[in-house]
């Protein structure tokens, strides 16, 4: 126990000197908040107790840290947790949710602590693999000149399709650039973006690619990157490819949970994140015709196949399997035609059927279940056919050339790891949910094409918390979670309740260092309580001009794409010049041309959605006004939220009061926050929603608020 003591107390040391060295070379003033953020981090990890192998022994309770804009949280948690890191053996994985931050994090702010800093630790940039170049798939396509794998082909007539000449100069530029070394196979350093369409033939997935068997491995970007990963002391990723990696059950792609301390920045997003990551959809017609294509490519492996015995029986199974299958997806479009499970509302320009409390009718679960079943008989005989053809690829099996058992390879772990997640989707259908049990969310989607209607089944968690403690926090040796805005209405209550960590979790809230006092906060007169749309376009158009002023930098914001059209389209030409509206152009373009208006000593206006509300930084005289039209209300709409609600009001609870305001409260002080990004900042804030002094809850919203100088109508 006393080595413990003292090997706390060493690094406690470090970290104190890590600290003051980095102030002195970066010419920075120590902030009381900084220090704070810094102390509770440092503490936490160095109080968790170990077994002799270094493994965490009991519960893990994470130190979650409301930091203020303008607190320093990125060094702060960098100086706590690098030195605990390094002197226990373990990776410090640092995810973020935004691409900016990401940048500012590995092209800022570690270069500089390296460069400045007394601690010798290296740092490396983690991405998905479908992020980077598969050389083998790149060859296939150039030596074909067509389609990438004649066993991929979606349709029997793609299977001619030649590149066209704008695809084919592309590959072979790439192929160029990367073997001189110019480009090291990462989507997002080519010079230029790349299509979707473009770029998906030549990238691959975990269950794609042949690993060490490939031709190609010693030159593969995927891998090289992922070499640097096992030295570095510090990665930098993003949310979902921490939750791609634990839903591969850890390790897979970034360091184990266990021999990992985490840091989530903008850990507001953790829990949406998480119900993306573990939602399961699929199209039933689309679904129907893989079935048919896959089947087809079987035929032509037992046509390839020469080995007989095991490969043989596998290719007949399986086109067996693919067939009953095809016969029930048409018993489940039967299904799906009822009236009864027509679209009930519109989203997104999708129709939507949700099934209330997520109870599927019987027919319908006892259809997912024999699918589910099917599916399952499917994936495993997939699995069986992959393990075949890896003794193939490795000499170790006869039965197929070994470049044509490779390509197999790759196109039958393609299939296993689609079969995997449609039996997910199928289960998810199948399965009763238990009394007491939080239901997830089942719904149909009707998708209008030009041809036809393509109904989508989806299944997705309502709350991330047990799937966070399953995958996550059980798992990982420490965590931390920040984000300028992690309370709700002044409370964690609803970070704890979406992401399932302990309410005995380490909770520190910091206040910005900011002078707010010297910036204000304005209900007008003119503002009014949002009711039917036409009306409220209107008032907006007739409150905007006499709010705003022609020669300040100012950011509108709302929460409907349509109303915002609607409100330019009413405003005077005059107007309509100054304004630049999100959809125009790329968001970095509008604000490029933004910062440029001012730095000729003009007015500019941005018009933006929910993505301006939150990550765009604009200091100084760059933004002094921030309207918000609406209060940033989530309404139950979506099948998510609405089935989430729904739960909440059969346990009686009140969504509203428990879901609706809280997330209201975070998103407004997010859409507030764009005002002051440096510590001389000031500026105004117009809200045009009566409703912040109309209504009971305005008071909570307006009391969760900085203490700006509050001027209400």
Sequence with gaps: ??????????????????????????????????????????????????????????????????????????????????????????????????????????????????????????????????????VSRLDSALSNHAAVDPTQALFEDELAMQLDTEQQDLYQHLLKELGAGRWDGDRDAWLDAISEDHWRPVTTDHKGCTNRRCAHFNE??????????????????NHDLVLADLQLGGGAILPAPEETIYVFDEGHHLADKTLRQFTHQQGVRQLHRWYGQVRTSVKRFAKDWQGGGRGAQLSVQIQEHLQGLEQEMVSLEQLLDQPALQPQDDYQQVASYRFTNGLIPDALRAQAAQLALLTTRLSREFDA??????????????????????????????????????????????????????????????????????????????????????????????????????????????????????????MLALASPFNFSASSLTVPKQAVEPGPEERFVAALIEALPLNLNKQEASL???????????????????????????????????????????????????????????????????????????????????????????????????????????????????????????????????VLDKRLVSKRYGKQLLQALPPYQQHLA
């Excluded at 050339?401 to 393609?414: C, H």
Aim: glycine share 8%; with cysteine; hydrophobic share 40%.
């Design 385 to 506: 056919l992959y393990s075949l053809l890896d003794d193939v690829a490795k000499g170790e099996q006869q039965g197929l050339e070994r470049e044509l058992a490779e390509t197999y390879l790759a196109v039958t772990g393609a299939w296993a790891q689609a079969s995997m997640a449609q039996g997910g989707l199928w289960q998810s259908y199948a399965h009763v949910d238990e009394p007491g049990e939080v239901p997830t969310a089942r719904w149909i989607q009707h998708w209008q094409t030009p041809e036809r209607v393509d109904v989508e089944l989806v299944s997705s968690p309502i709350l991330a918390n047990k799937i966070l403690q399953q995958n996550l926090w059980q798992k990982c040796f420490a965590a931390v979670i920040t984000s300028a805005t992690l309370l709700a209405v002044g409370r964690f209550d609803q970070l704890l309740m979406h992401t399932g960590l302990s309410d005995k979790s380490n």
């Design 1 to 134: 126990m006393d080595y413990f003591v003292a090997q706390a107390e060493q690094i406690k040391s470090s970290i104190q000197t890590f600290y003051r060295d980095l102030l002195a070379a970066l010419e920075l003033t120590p902030r009381w908040g900084q220090k704070q953020m810094i102390a509770a981090i440092a503490n936490h990890l160095l109080a968790i107790r170990q077994d002799s192998d270094g493994s965490r022994l009991g519960e893990n309770p994470a130190c979650i840290v409301e930091a203020g804009t303008g607190t320093g949280k990125t060094l702060a948690y960098m100086v706590a947790c690098l030195p605990v890191a390094q002197a226990l053996d373990k990776k410090l994985v640092i995810s973020t949710a935004t691409i900016a931050l990401q940048e500012q994090i590995m092209e800022k702010d570690l270069p500089a602590m390296k460069a400045k800093g007394n601690l010798d630790f290296d740092f490396q940039l983690a991405k998905g693999r479908r992020r980077y170049l598969c």
């Design 220 to 237: 593969c970007p995927f891998y090289k990157a992922r070499a640097g990963l096992e030295q570095a002391d510090c990665i930098i990723t």
């Design 556 to 686: 509108v914001l709302f929460t409907s794409r349509r109303v915002m059209h609607q409100v330019f389209d009413g405003l005077p030409a005059s107007w309509q010049d100054l304004i630049l509206q999100q959809g125009g152009s790329s968001k970095q373009r509008l604000l490029e041309q933004h910062k440029q208006r001012l730095d000729d000593g003009e007015g500019s206006i941005l018009f933006g959605l929910a993505s301006f509300a939150e990550g765009i930084d604009l200091p100084g005289n760059y933004l002094t006004h921030v309207v918000i039209t609406r209060l940033p209300f989530t309404v139950p709409d979506r099948p998510v939220p609405a089935a989430l609600a729904e739960w909440i009001e059969a346990r009686g609870g009140n969504a509203f009061m428990e879901i609706s305001v809280p997330e209201a409260s975070v998103r407004l002080i997010q859409s507030t926050g764009r005002l002051l990004r440096k510590e001389d900042d000031v500026g105004r804030i117009t």
